[in-house]
Protein backbone atom coordinates (compact mmCIF):
# COMPACT_ATOMS: atom_id res chain seq x y z
CA UNK A 1 0.00 0.00 0.00
CA UNK A 2 0.97 3.32 -0.62
CA UNK A 3 -0.39 7.22 0.56
CA UNK A 4 -1.03 10.39 -1.86
CA UNK A 5 -1.47 13.57 -0.53
CA UNK A 6 -3.46 15.89 -3.23
CA UNK A 7 -3.60 19.48 -2.93
CA UNK A 8 -7.06 20.62 -4.56
CA UNK A 9 -7.79 23.63 -5.35
CA UNK A 10 -11.65 24.54 -5.94
CA UNK A 11 -13.27 22.65 -2.97
CA UNK A 12 -15.91 25.46 -1.73
CA UNK A 13 -17.55 23.70 0.74
CA UNK A 14 -17.62 20.12 2.94
CA UNK A 15 -20.24 19.00 0.28
CA UNK A 16 -17.76 19.55 -2.36
CA UNK A 17 -14.83 17.38 -0.14
CA UNK A 18 -17.25 14.76 0.20
CA UNK A 19 -18.20 14.42 -3.51
CA UNK A 20 -14.38 13.90 -4.29
CA UNK A 21 -13.82 11.76 -1.48
CA UNK A 22 -16.98 9.66 -2.59
CA UNK A 23 -15.29 9.36 -6.21
CA UNK A 24 -11.90 8.42 -5.11
CA UNK A 25 -12.87 5.79 -2.83
CA UNK A 26 -14.85 4.05 -6.21
CA UNK A 27 -11.48 3.87 -7.83
CA UNK A 28 -10.12 -0.06 -7.91
CA UNK A 29 -7.25 0.06 -5.86
CA UNK A 30 -8.44 2.54 -3.05
CA UNK A 31 -8.38 1.75 0.32
CA UNK A 32 -9.17 4.30 2.18
CA UNK A 33 -9.35 8.15 1.36
CA UNK A 34 -9.93 11.46 3.47
CA UNK A 35 -10.58 14.97 2.29
CA UNK A 36 -11.03 18.35 3.83
CA UNK A 37 -12.09 21.22 2.61
CA UNK A 38 -10.83 23.13 5.54
CA UNK A 39 -6.87 22.42 4.63
CA UNK A 40 -8.00 21.45 0.60
CA UNK A 41 -6.34 18.32 0.98
CA UNK A 42 -7.06 14.52 -0.10
CA UNK A 43 -5.23 11.53 1.70
CA UNK A 44 -5.32 8.37 -0.17
CA UNK A 45 -4.14 5.42 0.86
CA UNK A 46 -3.95 2.99 -2.58
CA UNK A 47 -2.48 -0.31 -3.55
CA UNK A 48 0.20 1.06 -6.67
CA UNK A 49 -0.42 -2.99 -8.20
CA UNK A 50 -4.07 -2.06 -8.88
CA UNK A 51 -3.83 1.88 -9.52
CA UNK A 52 -1.41 4.88 -9.40
CA UNK A 53 -1.05 8.93 -8.81
CA UNK A 54 -2.01 10.17 -12.51
CA UNK A 55 -5.14 7.66 -12.39
CA UNK A 56 -6.02 9.20 -8.76
CA UNK A 57 -5.06 12.92 -9.69
CA UNK A 58 -7.46 12.63 -13.46
CA UNK A 59 -10.28 11.26 -11.28
CA UNK A 60 -10.31 14.27 -9.15
CA UNK A 61 -9.61 16.38 -11.91
CA UNK A 62 -12.32 14.66 -14.42
CA UNK A 63 -14.84 16.07 -11.38
CA UNK A 64 -13.88 19.96 -12.00
CA UNK A 65 -11.39 20.59 -9.42
CA UNK A 66 -8.08 21.16 -9.56
CA UNK A 67 -4.73 19.25 -8.57
CA UNK A 68 -1.99 21.77 -7.49
CA UNK A 69 0.41 19.66 -5.98
CA UNK A 70 1.06 15.86 -4.50
CA UNK A 71 3.15 14.28 -1.67
CA UNK A 72 3.99 10.49 -1.79
Do not use: Q
Not at 11 to 36: F, N, P, Q, Y
Not at 43 to 52: E, Q, S, V
Not at 64 to 71: K, L, N
Amino acid sequence: MKSLTLKIEGMHCDGCAATVKALVERADGVRTASVAFATGEARILYDPATTNEDRLVAIVEKSGYRVVGRTP
